[in-house]
Structure formats: C-alpha cells, structure tokens
C-alpha cells in the first residue's frame, strides 16, 4: 500500500472513529417524545398549545393535533407545487395562515373550510393577531397590517428591503418587523405610528415580543440575542455568544425564560434574568452519522411551560422536558 493511500486510510479511520465518539459521549437529554411528521423535509412550521401547523416540500400544509397526535387536515389553496413557505397559528387556536411565495390563505381549524385567498406579490413571513382576526405580512419592501375579515390593508410599515420577520403582540398593539436592511421596527397598532428602529450590523434573523409586551427581542445573523424595552426603546439585556444566529424563539408565558433554535441543530435554554443557557438539546438527526443537521423552525413551551415543542426542517417533532 502506497503512503498516500495509507495515509488515506487513517484519515478516514479517525474521521469515523471522532464521529462515533461524539456520538456514544452525546450526554444531552434526550426527547420524551419524536414522531416523523414529514419524510421529505419541510419548508416551515408553527406550534401552538394543542397544534402543529407543517409546509412540507411537495406544496402542501399539515395541521396536526399535538396530544394525541393526529393529522387534522391537509391543505393546498393553489395548484402550484412551490411549497409551503410561511405559516401561523392564532393563538386563541380558531385560524390558521399559510402562504406561498405569491398567495396567502387563512384558515378555521375547526372544521379545516378554507375562509379566503388573497394574491400577493414576493411574500416573505406571516404572522396573525392572537384572535387570528389579522395578519402582519412582511413582502419585498414593507410589511402591511390587514384585515382578513375584511380584505383590507390598514396600515403599511416600510423598510429599504424584504421583511422577513414580523410579530404580533398579544394584546394586539405592538407590531415588530424585521428586514434584510438591518432594522427592526416596533410599531404602534393602534395608531400606525413608527415607535422605534433598532438598527443591526446585518438582516434579522429572529424577532419576537414577550407575551407581556414589556419587550422585544431581535437577533440578527451572527450576532447576541438582545432584547429591548418597548415603552422606552433602550436596550434591556443582550445575552451572550456575541456570535449567533437563530432561527426560531420563544418565550415561556411567565416571561422568565427563553428557547431558542438555532440554524445548526441545537436548542438552548435560557434563564432571562441571569443571561446563561441552563440546559440544551440536540435534535434527532435523519442519519446519526451525518454531519449535516436540520435548522430548527418552531418551539412552544407546553404544559404551563414544564415541557417543549420543537420541530425541525429534517420533518421531525419532539417533545422535551424542562
């Protein structure tokens, strides 16, 4: 055997025997609960107390009842084969949102009836009202406040790029958005007015406000996690790394902690108060040998935030205890 092959071969060995190592000293807790709820992957996803809303790659959207999991309904509101983008779950669990690049769809969990459609150009993240009477719509250069009952757009809230994130206060007067322009903006509902703009070295990459709507949080790519008053617009609190991008958060409902996933695979924990991660997971993987891991694309505390939801674009869901 030639040296180069030799060397080759070693290579190779320690490769496989670091993977395997990691692998068997893995001491992270492990999931109480994992369904497969997609085999092909998914484009997106939202979790609410009882439901799981899925965009799976082939176009169509999954509503699943968490406990005892059960599929509800299968929705496609066009013929078009792009997938399910952007979605949401109202909070109070009557209305559902799914979006395509181009078209937006609400929907009564109920019964699964298909209340509207509407087209839009260049969707870029949705979100609803906690009655899910509204939706916050980010597209290429603003987000706009609209009314599904009524078919129309109340307020628009304009960026220098896409709006790829938005929310909703719980009480239905705040409204954050989050562009490719390094702003975040927090606006009034009840006035249309523009309150704050943070301004961030690149685009946002997550956002929420606290179900108290004291604050906002806001992460941009490669960066700390901060938050910020919303009646002042000062910075509260920025926890560390300095160096890390989410693709999902939540908050517990007392507002005392924070879950967050990150674009490689991880969940952490966090204890607002004292800025430290005091525990994380990591999700199943498709093959425990690969090295490649699926972003995780929604949490929800449940059970009074004793235990929680996540899922992952790789399709699986899994249920963790705090």
């Given at each position: 055997m030639s040296g180069k092959m030799a060397n080759m071969k070693k290579t190779v060995l320690f490769a496989l025997c670091l993977i395997f190592s990691l692998?068997?000293?893995?001491?992270?807790?492990?999931?109480?609960?994992t369904y497969e709820l997609s085999p092909e992957g998914l484009f997106s996803a939202s979790l609410s107390e009882h439901?799981?809303?899925?965009?799976?790659?082939?176009?169509?959207?999954?509503?699943?009842?968490?406990?005892?999991?059960?599929?509800?309904h299968n929705w496609q509101h066009t013929d078009e084969k792009e997938g399910i983008l952007y979605s949401a779950i109202a909070d109070a669990e009557q209305y559902a949102l799914t979006a395509e690049k181009d078209s937006l769809a609400w929907w009564r969990i109920a019964d699964g009836v298909l209340m509207n459609v509407w087209y839009l150009p260049n969707i870029h993240s949705v979100t609803l009202s906690a009655d899910g009477q509204f939706a916050l719509i980010g597209l290429a250069e603003k987000a706009i406040y609209y009314s599904l009952i009524h078919g129309k757009t109340l307020y628009e809230f304009?960026?220098?790029?896409?709006?790829?994130?938005?929310?909703?206060?719980?009480?239905?007067?705040?409204?954050l958005t989050g562009s490719s322009d390094a702003t975040a903006?927090?606006?009034?509902?009840?006035?249309?007015?523009?309150?704050?703009?943070?301004?961030?070295r690149s685009k946002l990459a997550s956002l929420l406000i606290s179900p108290d709507s004291r604050y906002a949080l806001t992460n941009s790519g490669l960066s700390s996690i901060r938050l910020w008053n919303t009646q002042t617009g000062k910075l509260y609190k920025q926890l560390p790394p300095k160096l890390i991008t989410l693709s999902s958060v939540t908050f517990s409902a007392n507002g005392k902690y924070l879950v967050t996933g990150r674009v490689a695979q991880r969940i952490d924990l966090w204890n607002i108060k004292t800025r430290k991660i005091i525990k994380y997971w990591r999700p199943k993987k498709t093959r425990k040998w690969s090295p490649a891991a699926a972003t995780i694309l929604a949490l929800h505390f449940a059970e009074n935030d004793r235990k929680i939801y996540s899922i992952a674009s790789n399709g699986y869901l899994q249920l963790w205890r705090k």
């Open positions: 692998t068997a000293c893995d001491t992270t807790p492990k999931a109480k609960r439901y799981a809303l899925t965009g799976n790659v082939q176009g169509s959207a999954q509503l699943w009842q968490l406990k005892p999991k059960k599929l509800m304009p960026h220098d790029g896409a709006v790829t994130h938005v929310d909703i206060s719980a009480d239905s007067q705040l409204a903006k927090l606006w009034d509902l009840s006035t249309g007015k523009l309150k704050y703009t943070w301004q961030h």
